[in-house]
């Protein structure tokens, strides 16, 4: 395997690519890098416990908190301090619709001894929620997991190989590029949309409470890509 293909492997395992590695991608020819980037397609390896919906200080509605959840077969979800019983789709992923009261409610998931915490706020009739929580949007509301997901051997698989592949299925791609002429605003000429091949740099897939589901809100930022 080149160097190239390990780079861009490695930049699909990583949150965000580091600045090293950016400088590798530009020395081997940066565009040849981003498009083995985009055909490399495997999921980030599974990592520590996560929430991954809903966020943090996250508002909901109905009387269910539909939660997803990164977390090996030994993890344990606890919903106000009481474990829950959760569904485990496919290796490291985790999925409950899990029955709570209006108000106040915090989510957790352990595992040896690392947890992740949210919190949540079921909507009350006359009752406000704290100050500063938004509400929280699902995408797609009603797709299965495996819209976008394939189990693969230990790996919690993306269908279509990459994140931008498996969202071409409903969000057509020559439909997308105009649509990001805002939000590439201020951002060097090479990085055209065409290039951004991960849209989860920016966007939530699972749902959000920002606009357009994206994960922050406010201008885009280089340190979003470019280490931090
Ligand atoms: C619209 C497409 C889409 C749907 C539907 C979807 N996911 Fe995802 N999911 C993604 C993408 C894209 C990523 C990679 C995100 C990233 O790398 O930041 C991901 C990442 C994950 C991860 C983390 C994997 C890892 O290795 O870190 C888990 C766990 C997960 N999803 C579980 C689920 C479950 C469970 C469902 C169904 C309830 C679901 N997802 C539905 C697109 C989707
Ligand atoms: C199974 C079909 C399906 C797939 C796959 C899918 N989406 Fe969507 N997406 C939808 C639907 C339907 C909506 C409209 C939902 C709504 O109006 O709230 C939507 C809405 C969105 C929105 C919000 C638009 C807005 O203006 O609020 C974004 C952003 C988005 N999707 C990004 C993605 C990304 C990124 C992926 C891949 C990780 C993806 N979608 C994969 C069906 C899909
Ligand atoms: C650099 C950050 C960034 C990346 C990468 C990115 N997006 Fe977006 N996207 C945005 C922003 C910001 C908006 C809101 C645009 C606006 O309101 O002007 C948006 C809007 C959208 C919308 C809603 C468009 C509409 O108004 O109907 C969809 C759907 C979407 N993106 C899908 C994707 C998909 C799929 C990918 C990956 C192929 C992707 N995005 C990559 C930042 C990004
Ligand atoms: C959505 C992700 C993303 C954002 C945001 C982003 N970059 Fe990049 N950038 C990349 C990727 C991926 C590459 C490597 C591919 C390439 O060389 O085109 C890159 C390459 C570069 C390069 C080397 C290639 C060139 O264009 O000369 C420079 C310089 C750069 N970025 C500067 C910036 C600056 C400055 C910002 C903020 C204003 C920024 N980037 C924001 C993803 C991003």
């Not at 690392?114 to 009350?124: C, I, S």
């Not at 590029?177 to 951002?187: C, E, I, S």
């Not at 989860?200 to 280490?227: E, M, V, Y």
Request: charged share 15%; net charge positive.
């Amino acid at each position: 395997m080149t160097k190239e293909v390990l780079g861009a492997i490695q930049l699909l395992r990583l949150p965000f690519p580091n600045k090293a590695f950016v400088l590798s991608l530009i020395a081997a020819g940066g565009l040849t890098g981003l498009t083995l980037l985009a055909q490399s397609g495997s999921t980030p390896a599974l990592g520590g416990v996560a929430f991954l919906r809903p966020t943090d200080l996250s508002v909901l509605s109905g009387d269910r908190i539909w939660l997803i959840a990164r977390g090996g077969a030994a993890s344990s979800v606890t919903l106000d301090g009481e474990e829950i019983a959760v569904s485990r789709p496919g290796p490291g992923a985790i999925e409950a619709r899990v029955k709570a009261a209006p108000g106040l409610h915090s989510l957790t998931i352990t595992s040896n001894g690392t947890t992740a915490e949210v919190r949540v706020f079921l909507k009350a009739a006359g009752v406000e929620p704290p100050a500063g929580w938004s509400e929280y949007k699902v995408h797609p509301p009603g797709t299965a997991c495996n819209m976008c997901h394939v189990p693969n051997g230990d790996r919690w698989a993306l269908r279509g190989g990459t994140a931008s592949t498996s969202c071409y299925a409903c969000h057509p791609k020559d439909q997308l590029a105009g649509k990001h002429d805002n939000a590439l605003q201020g951002l060097p000429a090479s990085h055209s949309f065409d290039n951004l091949v991960r849209c989860q740099a920016c966007h939530d897939p699972h749902g959000s409470t920002a606009k357009a589901l994206l994960k922050a809100t406010g201008p885009i930022r280089c340190a979003l890509c470019h280490g931090r």
